[in-house]
Structures are given as C-alpha cells and as structure tokens.
C-alpha cells in the first residue's frame, strides 16, 4: 500500500451534517455529532468525508446558499468543534473534504448586501447586474432574473434567487475566492468538492443563449454563454497550483449540466484532479437499469479520457433519489449489492453517501411536509430533494439513534429494521457486505487503479469485467437477471473472493451465476 493516494486509490464518503448525528438533542445534526462517529467510518474503511456545507446560511437552499464562506454554522457547531473533527478524522487517517459553494452567495452575505445597496457601492460589480434581462433562465425554475427596485436593475441567479451569481470577471472576487481556499487549506482541510465550477463564468456581454426545443425554460436553451466558458481552464489551473503547493490536497468538481465530455474536459494535470460522473440524472427521475447501461457509460467514460485521470463515481448524493430507492424493490437488497459492487469496483473513486452502505431508501413526504423549495415549485412533477435528506439510523432506539430531540426531518418508517446496530450483528447485512467491498479495494491494487477490461456478454443480464493491474487479475461478474446466468471464464484458476451465493475454492472454463449474484474472483 505504499504507493496509496487516498483520493485516487479510497473511498470518500459524503455526509450531509445535518442528518448524520445530533450531539445536543436539537434534532439538527452537528459537527460533534460527525466526531462522535468517526470510529464507526473507520471500520467501515472510508478514508475521506466530504462535507456538505457547514457555513453559516439562511438555508434558502439547505447550505448551499452561502452567507459567510469561512465560518461554521452555529447550528453545526463552532470553529473549535471543526478543529477537532479533523484533527479526529486526521488521527484516523481520514481526510476532509469541505464543500465551496463559490458560483453564488446568500442574498444575506454581506457581499451581495452591499453590492444591492447601490449603483455606485464598490462591491455593486461583484455580481452580474444589468438593465434588462436575457435570456438566460434559472434551472430551478423561471427567469434567472430578478428585479431589485432600490436601484432599479435586475441581478441574475442561476439557482433560486436568494443565490445571486458571482462575477467571476471582476479581479477582486476571483482574489477573494481564492482566499478562501487558503483558509481553510491553512486550517488543515484536505481538499474540497466545487459546486457547480463550470458555471463561475459568464459571457462578457451576457449574451443570450441560443434556444433549442425543450420542456422547461431553462431545457429549451443551448447553454454556451451562462457556463463552460473557455476562462474556466486557467481558473482550474490557478487553483490547482495553489492546491499543489500544500501537500496531497484534492479537489473534485461538481459539473453542471453534467456530460461524461465534461468529467473529462475539466479533470486531469494542471486541471481539477477530478470530476464527477453520476450514474443517474434529473434528480433520479431517470433510473435506468440494466448490465448494459452501466458497461456503456464506462465505456464512454474510458474513451473520453483516454485513461487520463479516474474519475469521481457516485451512486446517490443529496441531489438525487438514492440508489437503494432508484434500483431496488421494497426491502430487498439484492440490487443495492449490485449497485454497491459497481459502485466499488468500477474505474474511479467511489463515493458513497451516508447510509448507502446500510441501503437507506428515500423517505416519502406529503405536499405539505416538502421543505426543498424545488418540490414546493415543481410539486407534484418534482418532489424535490428533501427525500435523500433524511436522518441516518444508527439503532433501532427513538429516532433511530440519530437525535434526542425532534429531529429536523422526518425519518424512515423502516429504521427499526434497517439500520447500523442491526446490520453489525448480521453476517448477510449490506453493512457487512460494503465493509467487505472496500476492504477488498484496499488489499487489491488492480481494483483501485488497474486497468479495466469489459468481457463481451455471452447473455443478457450479465455485467463481466477484469480489473487489471501488473501483479493481479480481479474478474467481477454481476447478474442483473431474476435466472441464473452462465459465463465463460478467461483461462486460468479462480479462486472467489466475494460472492452473494455459495462459491466452491476453485473455479475454472465456466461459472453459473445464480439470480442477482454478485461475484467477485481472482486468478492465481
Ligand atoms: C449543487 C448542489 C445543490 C445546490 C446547487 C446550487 O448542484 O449539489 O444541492 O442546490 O448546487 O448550489
């Protein structure tokens, strides 16, 4: 393992603080609360936590509506409680992954304050105002712009609108957000995941975009003047150089509008280290499912960066249905180890999210319970994202362990049976079977960084690939079919290493892969 970079060759798990663990019974998880379970990620063997934003935030979009980038929300705790969460993760080998949200504020941070306040403020060109609107839309919903009576402009936002855009153009904001990284750089934090990156800048003229046909406003546009602007690589590569100069820092970008092209376009040397590729989109309107669904977006992936860089994988994040929800009937797990396996044996960093480990499923709310103003927007279309939000469950005591108090969100009525506690004591649990995964990645390299060879399917319903490094073979094989499956093995001896059904030592020419199996085997 010496040769192990941790945010190449781990596993990053992404909390989103407040449903993880409540410290002081105010139904809000906190930072204490992420400490006090910083043994149990350890046994699970991630070795990074991503953070969903801990700053301070009128919450118009649950922390991603940014009133001071370098300070902590008091309901997540103090600034003291953050140094000791990482001094924590760090003792344990974990890593600290923060979240900049740096396209848009808060319409209460007091940049935007001033820059509202009046034509002539000097913070006025920090944000993009103009006398009349283009025809530019938010994605959430509308116009992007709003009108701001007090000096008669109108400012535009990407997302809701108390999250006004950022000119990047302007030398002092670009100066002011790079303070920021070294801030918390300075603090210890070990990398940090870009929010929506590839959206910072704007055509120079703010031109309109072209249209196209599309459902919603924001569809029916061509996005080539609002994002993706070619100002965007000497940014990444400022930021890179800034990142290098602090040892083994990490950064992983959230594209918006997400493309494979666009995983690959802004990741690699002097770029991000590396990307997002999501394995669902539209907030998991679309679940596609399927052995060949998967084998061709690697495939994609694979070709569009030509083996540069390995990109971020994700399976459910606090955006989207998660994949236990998306993937599986009812209770039953067997997808979620399918999607698991993939998940952690595909070519890329895993990322996995609270509780996908113990197949947390999506609560369902009522119209009224809906907090995520995109579901109250979008309602009964989108029900917005506040169904992969919900608190994580530890045991099966009140509130599955996760506060004393209220908490913040409902829970999932299935939390007496589904949770940690519960999935430590059995051998055939999720749990059990993540932790083995990741275990697996650590003691095998080519499952980390090896190469990747897709097996031609000989039957529907079969995923089959090598994983391939100097000194080891790893073959995975996954039946995403209700009947057994048979597949011709490469020549050689093997031996299983994981399997969801009963495996004999040795295997050879051929193996039957009963219902859903999982498999994984290596040869000597
Ligand atoms: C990202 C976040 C999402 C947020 C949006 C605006 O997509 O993941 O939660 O609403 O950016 O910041």
């Given at each position: 393992?010496?040769?192990?970079?941790?945010?190449?060759?781990?596993?990053?798990?992404?909390?989103?603080?407040?449903?993880?663990?409540?410290?002081?019974?105010?139904?809000?998880?906190?930072?204490?609360?992420?400490?006090?379970k910083l043994d149990y990620l350890a046994s699970l063997g991630i070795d990074g936590i991503w953070l969903s934003p801990i700053y301070p935030s009128p919450d118009a979009d649950f922390g991603?509506?940014?009133?001071?980038h370098t300070a902590v929300d008091p309901r997540y705790g103090t600034m003291e409680d953050f140094d000791r969460l990482v001094a924590e993760a760090h003792k344990r080998g974990i890593r600290i992954i923060l979240d900049l949200v740096l396209n848009h504020t808060s319409d209460r941070h007091p940049w935007f304050i001033e820059s509202r306040s009046s034509r002539d403020n000097p913070k006025r060109d920090w944000f993009l105002w103009r006398d009349a609107p283009n025809n530019w839309a938010s994605i959430f919903g509308g116009s992007g712009w709003v009108y701001a009576e007090k000096t008669g402009q109108y400012f535009f936002h990407m997302f809701f609108?108390?999250?006004?855009?950022?000119n990047w153009r302007n030398p002092a904001v670009r100066q002011a957000q790079l303070e920021v990284f070294r801030f918390w750089l300075e603090r210890g934090v070990d990398g940090f995941r870009l929010d929506v990156f590839n959206a910072y800048f704007k055509h120079p003229d703010l031109l309109d975009n072209p249209t196209k046909f599309g459902l919603r406003r924001f569809d029916r546009q061509i996005h080539v003047n609002d994002m993706d602007r070619p100002e965007m690589m000497p940014l990444l590569n400022e930021i890179r150089t800034l990142l290098d100069s602090y040892p083994e820092r990490y950064s992983v970008g959230e594209p918006f509008v997400p493309t494979i092209e666009k995983t690959a376009r802004y990741a690699g040397e002097g770029k991000l280290h590396t990307a997002f590729h999501f394995f669902y989109n539209d907030m998991g309107l679309v679940a596609k499912w399927g052995a060949d669904h998967f084998r061709r977006q690697m495939l994609d992936l694979g070709k569009a960066s030509g083996g540069a860089y390995l990109p971020a994988l994700a399976m459910s994040n606090h955006d989207s249905a998660r994949a236990a929800s998306r993937y599986c009937r009812g209770e039953d797990d067997a997808n979620a180890r399918i999607a698991m396996t993939m998940l952690m044996t595909l070519r890329g960093t895993?990322?996995?999210?609270?509780?996908?480990?113990?197949?947390l499923r999506n609560i369902s709310l009522s119209r009224k319970e809906i907090m995520d103003p995109l579901g109250k927007y979008y309602w009964p279309i989108i029900k917005g994202?506040?169904?992969?939000?919900a608190p994580m469950h530890w045991d099966d005591s009140a509130n599955a362990g996760f506060s004393t108090g209220r908490p913040w969100l409902k829970l999932h009525p299935d939390y007496k049976a589904r949770n940690v506690a519960a999935q430590e004591n059995d051998a055939g649990s999720l749990l059990k079977f993540s932790r083995r995964l990741i275990a697996l990645r650590k003691e095998y390299r080519a499952l980390r960084d090896g190469g990747i060879l897709f097996l031609e399917p000989p039957q529907k319903d079969l995923l089959a690939y090598l994983r391939l490094s100097q000194?080891?073979?790893?073959?995975?094989?996954?039946?995403?079919?209700?009947?057994?499956?048979?597949?011709?093995?490469?020549?050689?001896?093997?031996?299983?290493?994981?399997s969801t059904s009963t495996r004999e030592a040795n295997v050879s020419e051929k193996v039957t892969l009963t219902p859903y199996e999982v498999c994984l085997m290596k040869s000597s």
């Open positions: 393992m010496g040769d192990f970079l941790w945010w190449r060759d781990g596993v990053i798990y992404q909390i989103y603080p407040r449903s993880f663990a409540d410290s002081n019974g105010d139904g809000f998880g906190d930072l204490p609360g992420i400490t006090s991603y509506d940014v009133a001071d609108k108390e999250q006004p855009d950022l895993p990322f996995l999210y609270y509780g996908e480990e113990i197949g994202r506040d169904g992969c939000r000194e080891q073979t790893i073959l995975v094989a996954l039946n995403f079919s209700s009947r057994a499956r048979m597949l011709d093995l490469p020549p050689g001896d093997w031996q299983p290493l994981l």
